[in-house]
């Protein structure tokens, strides 16, 4: 979060921060980012919040249960998600940014 946040701002781009892991995120919003890009790639995995599952919560995985996690622990969601351009960036990637994100 930290760098990509210090990217935006040293490259100039405009944003609006949303603390989802502290504040949440809608329903509507999270299924939106799961047709877009696929519940898999929105699911940390590697966190310890998902790793602290029992293995009934991490076995089997569908997009409803994946989705009703994230809801329920928004610290299971990848950060950062950036929404620009119609397009979602999920991670912090510096290549990725300076290709897709440009300075408004």
């Known amino acids: 979060m930290k760098k990509a946040r210090a990217w935006l701002d040293s490259h100039g ?7 989802y892991k502290t504040a949440g ?6 299924k939106q980012w799961s047709d877009k890009l696929g519940w898999e790639i929105l ?13 009934s919560d991490r076995e089997g995985l569908t997009e409803k249960k ?10 299971m969601i990848k950060r950062p998600v950036l929404e620009v ?5 999920v991670g912090f990637k510096p290549d990725i940014y300076a290709k897709e994100v440009r300075a408004k």
């Open 13 to 19: 781009v405009a944003y609006e921060f949303h603390d």
């Open 25 to 30: 995120v809608e329903k509507d919003k999270l």
């Open 43 to 55: 699911l940390n995995r590697a966190g310890t919040t998902f790793k602290k599952l029992p293995d």
């Open 66 to 75: 994946a989705l009703a996690l994230m809801l329920a622990q928004p610290s």
């Open 85 to 89: 351009g119609g397009k979602l960036l």
